[in-house]
Structure formats: structure tokens, C-alpha cells
Nanobody, 123 residues
Framework: HVQLVESGGGSVQAGGSLRVSCTVS????????MGWFRQAPGKAREGVAW???????GNPDSTNGRFTISKDNAKNILYLQMSSLEPEDTAMYYCAASPREYRLCTRANEYDFWGQGTQVTVS
């Protein structure tokens, strides 16, 4: 039974940085494609960064150069380092995992497991 628990969200001023984490239990980050998604009130969920089981990463244009996804295989934790934050980045941030290997999973419907989310507010 795979469980994902996000942490590290909070409030930050525009231009600042923040790192959120996702601790995985019941499975190994070595075996999953994983991603970070966000959802603001009244908006659709969107992907902000993705990583394959063998550490290939990708970003959409909206976060390219600002958000970096990484994982610690030994600790079984997924990270999202965010910099140059803008008020438009305010949202609930979710991590997700899927047992698909050697591919970037960029769509939400590719994922089987989700965390409960952590709020990021930029003012």
C-alpha cells in the first residue's frame, strides 16, 4: 500500500524560494515515475515537474528554470525546489507516483498514487 506524504509548504514573498518534500512509504522511488502537480482554487490541476525512475527530469514552460525536481533514493523522498516564486504559483501542491518505468509521466491520469497536498502561498 503506497502512501505519499507532502511537507514543507508555507508562505513566502514573491521572488523567494521554498522546498517541498514528499515522503514515500510502501514502495520505492527507484521504481516509479513521479511528479509534482498543483491546483489553485477554480483552476484545473497542472503538472509542474516530473522525474523518471532513472532520474530523467522534465518541466512545463511555466516552471522551466525555476522549479527543480529531485529524489533521494536512499531516503525514499521526492523533492521540489522552487525559486523566483510568483503570486501565480500559489496553489496546493501534490506529489504523485506511478509504477511506470523509463518514461516521464506528465499527465495526471497516468498516476495511481497521490499525496494529500501541501499549501504554498506567494504574496
Amino acid at each position: 500500500h503506497v502512501q505519499l506524504v507532502e511537507s514543507g509548504g508555507g508562505s513566502v514573498q514573491a521572488g523567494g524560494s521554498l522546498r517541498v518534500s514528499c515522503t514515500v512509504s510502501g514502495g520505492s522511488v527507484r521504481s516509479y515515475c513521479m511528479g509534482w502537480f498543483r491546483q489553485a482554487p477554480g483552476k484545473a490541476r497542472e503538472g509542474v515537474a516530473w522525474i523518471t525512475n532513472d532520474d530523467t527530469t522534465g518541466n512545463p514552460d511555466s516552471t522551466n528554470g525555476r522549479f527543480t525536481i529531485s529524489k533521494d533514493n536512499a531516503k525514499n523522498i521526492l523533492y521540489l525546489q522552487m525559486s523566483s516564486l510568483e503570486p501565480e504559483d500559489t496553489a496546493m501542491y501534490y506529489c504523485a507516483a506511478s509504477p511506470r518505468e523509463y518514461r516521464l509521466c506528465t499527465r495526471a491520469n497516468e498516476y495511481d498514487f497521490w499525496g494529500q497536498g501541501t499549501q504554498v502561498t506567494v504574496s
